[in-house]
């Protein structure tokens, strides 16, 4: 199938273990970083498997490519979502009463409403993947609270194998996922979250920006270098709010970078998805948002992804930097931070309205972001030991690396 239906000659690590697994009927965590083809460790159980295979997904966009993608190879999938015109939303649901359809995508929000799960009772199931699976977890960098219901999944269909995946849970994200989707028995694989293809840089911001825009050439430098390399491609630029956000853009065309456009929660729904059509249109662009933009991007050729704040963890740091490079080529992920950075997360994990429980986690993220900045060892090895992962060897290609091997040859 993987030859013939999907064109691929061979699996990548960790795929063939995931499919084997989940065809036998296990229950799976599956962690792997963005591009590592977790879309197709479901979709060929889903059709090997008897059954219809159910895809759970926030994401609208990502339904609606993945739906035309397999279409095109032959494979009667649709998607239900609130983006539905009426008349298509009633041709896909009686195709799903009659058992036309092969490989259902659905939201959160429909498969919990109108008594979608009764009536997918009815019909025998392969499959029920959930995508994004740490937006499940309460103290997650991007939970949604819809996502909690779909612990029913397990009372409504009892023998139906279920796959959670995501690109990145930290040790307590992924005991939170398994608890909270009531998967006891569930087997966690995870590949690798080491990217040779990202270069990873972190500098201390000279001075903090005012209403009048920059005031320190060295971080315009630091900041205008990494995307005047790439300017047929992709770069996303992350702000920690829609008013820095605004003034990044003002900035950046008056450089004369070419399409810069901004992403934000201040903009009206239709202005963020013309943004979104643009930037998986191929066109060469930069993309300046808050980290409302990104879930689910499916852009091979995003050749940098720069933080102009401090994320407030890891995770959230690893999810937003693997969008880049996703064609396996050189991408750079440069974050520009100061000492009010730290101060904001502190100030946000304080008011958070959770448990004391859980801002004690929030607070060893943050801490464990702090300690990657600042840190003199290669940033990837203390980021890769954020997920459990350990290595011996220092990436070689991050500053700090970069910056030991330059001290040790000028020693030489």
Sequence with gaps: MIQHVFGLQAFYPLQERVVESSIAGQDLLVLMPTGGGKSLCYQIPALCRSGMGVVVSPLIALMDDQVAYLRQRGIYAAALHSDLESTDALQIRADLW????D???????RLLSSGTLEKLKRIPLSLIAIDEAHCVATWGYDFRPEYRGLKALSQYF????RMALTATADEETRKDILQALNMPRASVLASSFYRANLKISVFNKGVEWHKSGWHNTADIRKFLAVIKRYTKAAHIVYCGSRAKTERVVA?????GLGAVLPYHAGLSAQERKAVLLRFRSGEPLVVVATIAFGMGIDRADVRSVIHLDMPSSPEAYYQQIGRAGRDGLLSEAVMLYEKRDISRVYYWIKNAQVSEDQKKIMYRRAEAMIDFVKTKKCRMQVLLHCFGEH?????????????????FTRRL
């Design 98 to 101: 009659r058992g036309r359809i």
């Design 158 to 161: 009892p023998h139906v194998p």
């Design 391 to 407: 290595s011996s060897q220092p990436c070689g290609h991050c500053d700090r690396c970069r910056s030991l091997l330059r001290f």
């Design 251 to 255: 900035f950046l065309r008056d450089q």
């Design 103 to 109: 490989l259902l995508y659905i939201s959160p929000e």
